[in-house]
């Protein structure tokens, strides 16, 4: 059985994800698992539950390994976890072709492939940094503004009625640390 599997970052990126869904089901797959979440996020549930679903002589199904992993080693332990499982990976699109890792050539061009997109990931970040600084230097990037410094008094007003830091970050959506930074700091 062939099992899909279809990522975008964010909610803005719907069309996106409509098409992962439509070129995996015109690739065969019968099962597709689709999300939208950040690939740095800590949980992944439908790439869980995509995995967890496939079985031995089953091939999980992505459009692009960018869709399915963070970065190249979380590729290379992905692939590697469903070969000994018995299940094959294919991708889609890796440069204009079809990866499929069940042949020795097709593991060593996903592992050549994968370390190029992370290091043409790196130099973008790069680039990134160095926009930002020169932005910055000229006085034209102040960066985002401190979301939970912004609430600090509320903080200081939940506290002080007796609501723990963790019910506070929840009630605020910011996180437990910048709850215990405010409560550390001097009220002002």
Do not use: W
């Not at 698992?33 to 869980?48: I, K, N, T």
């Not at 976890?81 to 991708?91: H, K, Q, V």
């Not at 790069?126 to 600090?152: N, T, V």
């Amino acid at each position: 059985m062939l099992v899909g599997y279809a990522r975008t970052s964010t909610v803005d990126q719907e069309a996106g994800l409509a098409g992962q869904e439509r070129d995996l089901r015109a690739a065969g797959c019968e099962e597709v698992f689709a999300e939208q979440v950040s690939s740095v996020a800590p949980e992944r549930p439908e790439l869980a539950r995509a995995l967890a679903f496939a079985r031995k002589g089953d091939t999980v199904v992505v459009t692009k390994p960018d869709r399915l992993a963070r970065n190249t080693a979380d590729l290379l332990r992905i692939s590697e976890e469903l070969a000994g499982r018995g299940i094959g990976l294919r991708i889609l699109s890796m440069g204009g072709s079809e990866l499929d890792t069940s042949s020795a050539t097709g593991k060593l061009m996903l592992t050549m492939l994968g370390a190029i997109a992370a290091f043409e990931r790196e130099l973008m970040l790069e680039r990134q940094r160095e926009g930002i600084r020169k932005a910055a230097d000229a006085g034209k990037y102040k960066g985002r503004a401190p979301s939970a410094r912004r609430q600090a008094e509320e903080v200081h007003r939940l506290h002080g009625e007796g609501m723990k830091p963790t019910a506070i970050a929840a009630q605020l959506g910011i996180g437990r640390a910048s709850v215990y930074r405010i409560l550390g700091a001097p009220e002002g």
